[in-house]
DNA sequence: GATAGAGCTTCCAGTGACTGGAAGGTCAAG
DNA sequence: CTTGACCTTCCAGTCACTGGAAGCTCTATC
């Protein structure tokens, strides 16, 4: 099976599985006479798990992880319910801040007319407002991923 | 006021009012006679404003419309209210899709009895299951954002 | 057998929003 | 006059890709 093949056998573009091969997710495949990459069923069949998990918004090096949890034999069940629901916990605190985001804004809009008048508490309160998201202790958060 | 004095005044970092001058957010403040910057209180003001947009997930390019609307005091209160709802709108479109996630996740591990047996349902359906997050027509989303 | 076009190869560059660090100039205090 | 904090520029790296150029291979059609 080509990289084409395999691609959509798998779900995950041809780009992406060079990609994954070079930052040594995943092991360079057997090669054709001709230098095209040839992909067995088991490989494939490593390419859906991948696409699976980076549907759930695991990363590479946490793929690296479930890959290597899904070929352990000994590895105990509870391991890999920890790492999963370490996932969810992240996930979670994902969706708080961006809850807080859009709450903030909502809130912010409610009050403001929407109408042809330039006056808007909106921008207003962006400009000489107190904190843009209150309701958040002093936690080291990270942000990043609000908008691309 | 010098760079350091302006990033404490505003709580963005020397390191970012730099970068979002030489990205264009921002116009080159003056200079002292040594080459230092020097920001008015009008442009620290101007800071803080940037500080909060981006607490609330905007991007460098939404800023830059986001000052403009700021600057321009003809434009309509609806024209940021619009603004605003399309963002809020993004950011619940973000957290639909992490909560798919988690929800797919967190019903993966309830099956999983996570002792010290190595039969794992989360580790099998990943490995052969049908799509990772099911209940979800054929839209093209964007993913991204999943973990760093 | 020639040729067209699809598909494969490698490599390089760009994305967004920063962060880290090196090399060197400046400023205020002791 | 030295120390150390702060400033300057520039370059590289992060993460997970994506786009594209240049060139080789495969398959189908004429």
């Given at each position: 099976?080509?990289?084409g093949?395999a ?8 780009k992406?599985i060079r990609y994954?091969?070079q930052v040594g997710l ?9 230098g095209?990459r040839d ?7 490593m ?10 918004g695991f990363?590479?090096?946490?793929m ?9 034999r000994?590895?105990?069940s509870s391991d ?8 969810v916990?992240e996930l979670e605190?994902?969706m708080r801040?961006?809850?807080?985001m859009a709450?903030?804004?909502r809130?912010l ?7 042809e008048r ?11 407002g107190h904190?843009a998201v209150?309701p958040?202790p ?5 942000r990043?991923?609000?908008a691309?």
């Amino acid at each position: 099976m080509n990289i084409g093949q395999a691609a959509s056998a798998s779900g995950v573009s041809a780009k992406m599985i060079r990609y994954y091969e070079q930052v040594g997710l995943i092991a360079s495949p057997a090669r054709t006479e001709a230098g095209y990459r040839d992909y067995s069923p088991d490989e494939v069949h490593m390419l859906r798990f991948i696409r699976r998990a980076r549907d759930l918004g695991f990363s590479v090096e946490q793929m690296t992880n479930l890959l290597a949890l899904w070929s352990d034999r000994s590895r105990a069940s509870s391991d890999v319910k920890r790492f999963a629901m370490a996932h969810v916990v992240e996930l979670e605190r994902k969706m708080r801040e961006l809850r807080a985001m859009a709450d903030t804004l909502r809130h912010l809009a409610k009050t403001c007319h929407g109408d042809e008048r330039p006056n808007c508490p909106i921008i207003e309160e962006l400009s000489s407002g107190h904190e843009a998201v209150p309701p958040k202790p002093k936690r080291a958060s990270s942000r990043r991923y609000g908008a691309h």
